[in-house]
DNA sequence: GACTTGCATCTCAGATAATGAGACGGCAAT
DNA sequence: ATTGCCGTCTCATTATCTGAGATGCAAGTC
């Protein structure tokens, strides 16, 4: 495979990375790795440290740096709310609801992506919306599969029991009527991430008189169809990593 | 803040990957973003692509590029490994057994990092190695925390119980008489990631003439103290992405 | 349908930055 | 004390990178 992208420096970072990517290395190994002229591979080492793409560590030797990890939580990040759109919308238009994507941070959630119903009566959550861990579907669905501890710490005070979540294990869905709102009902799915640990949930909701007193019997389908394929896309990628 | 490094071509890439830190960007929004020429962006965001660093999304926008999710990996197990060492050494000395730190791998354990017992009778766990997710202490911890539906599964046909689990939850640390080889003991503790989650277990093992039939009596505290060393020092350099 | 606008992509003459041989200092091993 | 290897630095030379301008394309407007 040609190597060389037409910018030679950055054909020879890349080189530096590469070779960093097996564990902390001093420069003479990355002379070696490389097959640069020594004071180039120090000056481009150097310039990768200034911008904390690369460190040092307690030995002097040259690692991967911080600021990767920054920018790879950032592309996570992306990869989730791009392949979220076309989802959500297609879900919107199944169900004629407005759907959503939450993440949870800390003791919230947080609507990451959004397709509202244009019209009519409906739920509208515009996206960096925080709410609450203790009520609503998507709560349940990004509690349901955490650890025990956190699982417990999460109960409290919550409007939904640990019996409640066993069933959301089961069915691998929740629904929830007036939990976060009066008059608005739920449902929700979970996304998986590659390693397949819970990273998101997929929602839709909207009025109770629409969704019924069972929206799970209604939408639990299609969301779950949208969360899997959520999680399929998600896996796509990263298949060169696995 | 001094944004030069001493190499032109490094500076500039690092402004376009802190462009797209934000999310997916349009040559012209990067072109304002840097305020580079035209063609200098064009040219390194594509040399940034070839080496995966950046990618194209299906607007043709710039996005980060999964090179730098495997990156990120790479260095969040070079800083395991490195808080490891010095943890583990002190370990060693203070217990005068064989220190390991163990990860999850599917339904292995492996070996990440390693202070052997230098002399006389001693279990010997070298780096790489790896170990059932169904018997001995690391695997008591590394499952203790997952949640409901990994537990269950890993709980199948492993030579502890539920019981057992719940008890290490609630010390915080497990131990293992002759699970994984008879005549070893072992007591180990979690370590934690930034977000709280369980990523790790620190462990002594020795003979279970030396460790006892109650090696947790005798090593639980100070086992515990080098994990939460280790969850510390993980914690130190991220402090800028919480 | 014609025209305009804005964007991405490409070219290449000229200027500048990057290169790397060699020097230097520090340190560990002998 | 000596030697060898490593990391760091200098600077004359040269190759690479730059960016103004050209080109092509798509979308929007009339």
């Known amino acids: 495979m040609d190597n060389s992208s037409g910018v030679g420096v950055i054909d020879k ?25 020594r004071p180039t591979v120090h000056r481009l080492a150097l310039a990768l440290v200034h911008h904390r793409l690369v460190g ?35 879900l919107r238009d199944a169900t004629g609801e407005s759907a959503q994507v939450f993440r949870r941070q800390g003791e ?13 009566l409906r739920d509208t959550i515009p996206v960096g919306t925080q709410l609450t861990m203790k009520a609503g579907s998507a709560a349940q669905v990004l509690l349901s599969w955490e650890d025990h501890d956190r699982l417990v710490e999460g109960l409290h005070n919550a409007r939904f029991t640990p019996t409640v ?5 089961r069915r691998g869905w929740a629904q929830s009527l ?21 990273i998101a949930a997929v929602s839709i909701s909207g009025p109770m008189e629409r969704l019924t007193r069972q929206p799970g019997r209604l939408h639990a389908e299609v969301v779950s169809k949208a969360a899997a394929e959520l999680t399929e896309a998600l896996k796509v990628s990263t298949d060169s990593v696995a």
């Open 178 to 198: 007036g939990e976060r709102e009066l008059g608005v009902a739920s449902v929700s799915a979970p996304v998986r991430g590659p390693s397949g640990r819970v």
């Open 108 to 120: 919230w959630r947080v609507c990451v992506a959004s397709a509202e119903r244009p019209i009519g």
């Open 165 to 169: 979540l066993a069933g959301v294990r």
């Open 56 to 90: 040092r560590d307690m030995q002097n030797r040259f690692v991967l740096g911080t600021r990767v990890v920054e920018l790879a939580a950032a592309a996570g990040e992306d990869r989730l709310i791009a392949s979220a759109g076309p989802v959500l919308l297609a």
């Open 13 to 37: 970072a890349a080189m530096v990375l590469d070779a960093l990517e097996a564990g902390p290395t001093t420069l003479a190994q990355l002379v070696a790795a490389t097959g640069l002229a």
